[in-house]
């Protein structure tokens, strides 16, 4: 073959890989069965075989469905670097560092699993060679089930949970893990099911006693989520952090108020344990008490403001950007107009449990503000 037909070839498998590769993005993009962690996927596949300006767009349609996806965000900003586009990519990295930075651990009386916040797509990948490579093990299944658990994943987490158990029969912590899994996709029978199981076989796993409560108060079972509630407390002696929560969640101020005053001595820079503490004494009759944490106008620094009278509720609400927060928002409204507006009081706790996740610590405790003031 001649030199210039050989170059011509070249140029023709180039443009044709080229055409493909552009072809799969815009399917990617227009496609109705896509979700945030597949097009991170795709991007990143883009991106390493250096098309850039290819992986940009899929990578900002990953972003556009899932906004706090740190990876598409740095994924972004090193395509729109390499494009030349330095100024926007600085802010990819930016945002990048602040959701980070803003990214607050889960409820420590939670499964250590669900303590993790955040993306995991790197641990997947890395799994998924060693799933390849030992598929008779169930132990590269369970871990990467916990990666894509902590990462919000839970269809694809009980899936990688069941190949473990077929592999390895009755392991009560992966049955717990099942179980939180099923609750994370809103299967709240299963999820008892699946604890119910796990805590046959341990009937000590503080974590599997929290997680059917929350699945048991999702289903309105207050009683029986108070029940494992209480003997969760018992197990966790000697972690003040973890103990206080699971007082919060049954509403018990008189319980929480020891819990969050040792916190707060270990953790004196965490504004969520003040509020806490705040909305116990509160609810005590008690007063504020000083506090010695500087209010920011962010969150949950808003909510500390909204205690010192510092900002309007109709403002909260506009300010509270997420479920959660709104959750967070209307819970301590409800605390604060209690005493002179109870009827108020008990809507906004009913707007809790209508419209937040039940693994929220304010989910649980309006459940029990309803039953327990308004029965």
């Not at 029978?189 to 046959?200: E, M, T, W």
């Not at 409560?213 to 108070?226: D, F, S, T, W, Y």
Request: with cysteine.
């Amino acid at each position: 073959m001649r030199a210039g037909d050989a170059e011509m070839t070249w140029l023709s498998v180039t443009m044709r890989q080229a055409w493909l590769r552009s072809r799969i993005t815009e399917n990617l993009l227009d496609g109705d069965q896509i979700d945030s962690h597949r097009l991170y996927l795709r991007a990143r596949a883009l991106a390493r075989s250096g098309a850039f300006e290819l992986a940009a767009p899929v990578y900002q349609r990953a972003i556009e469905l899932e906004p706090t996806l740190v990876e598409a965000l740095e994924g972004l900003g090193e395509a729109l670097d390499t494009l030349g586009q330095t100024e926007l990519a600085r802010e990819k990295y930016a945002a990048a560092r602040r959701i980070r930075a803003e990214t607050r651990p889960g409820a420590p009386d939670r499964h250590f699993v669900l303590r993790q916040r955040g993306h995991f797509t790197a641990e997947i990948l890395a799994y998924d060679s060693v799933v390849r490579s030992l598929r008779k093990n169930a132990l590269p299944y369970i871990a990467r089930g916990n990666a894509y658990l902590a990462s919000g994943h839970p269809k694809d987490a009980l899936a990688d949970y069941n190949r473990a158990l077929k592999l390895k029969r009755d392991l009560p912590a992966v049955l717990a893990l099942k179980g939180e899994s099923h609750s994370m996709l809103g299967s709240y029978g299963d999820a008892i099911r699946s604890f119910d199981a796990a805590l046959k076989a341990q009937p000590s796993d503080a974590e599997a006693l929290g997680g059917r409560a929350i699945a048991r108060g999702a289903l309105g079972l207050v009683e029986e989520a108070n029940a494992d509630w209480r003997r969760q407390f018992q197990l966790l002696e000697g972690r003040a952090s973890a103990r206080a929560c699971v007082a919060l969640r049954m509403a018990d101020w008189a319980l929480a108020l020891p819990e969050l005053e040792q916190t707060l001595l270990k953790e004196p820079g965490d504004p969520y344990w003040h509020l806490y503490l705040l909305t116990a004494r509160r609810r005590l009759g008690l007063p504020s008490g000083p506090s010695d944490i500087h209010v920011v106008d962010s969150w949950p620094g808003l909510l500390l403001a909204l205690h010192g009278g510092g900002i309007k509720p109709e403002e909260i609400l506009e300010r509270a950007d997420t479920d959660s927060r709104r959750a967070e928002a209307a819970f301590q409204l409800g605390v604060l107009m209690f005493d002179q507006d109870s009827g108020a009081a008990e809507r906004y706790w009913k707007d809790v449990v209508e419209r937040s996740s039940p693994s929220l610590i304010e989910h649980a405790a309006a459940r029990n503000e309803l039953a327990r003031c308004f029965s």
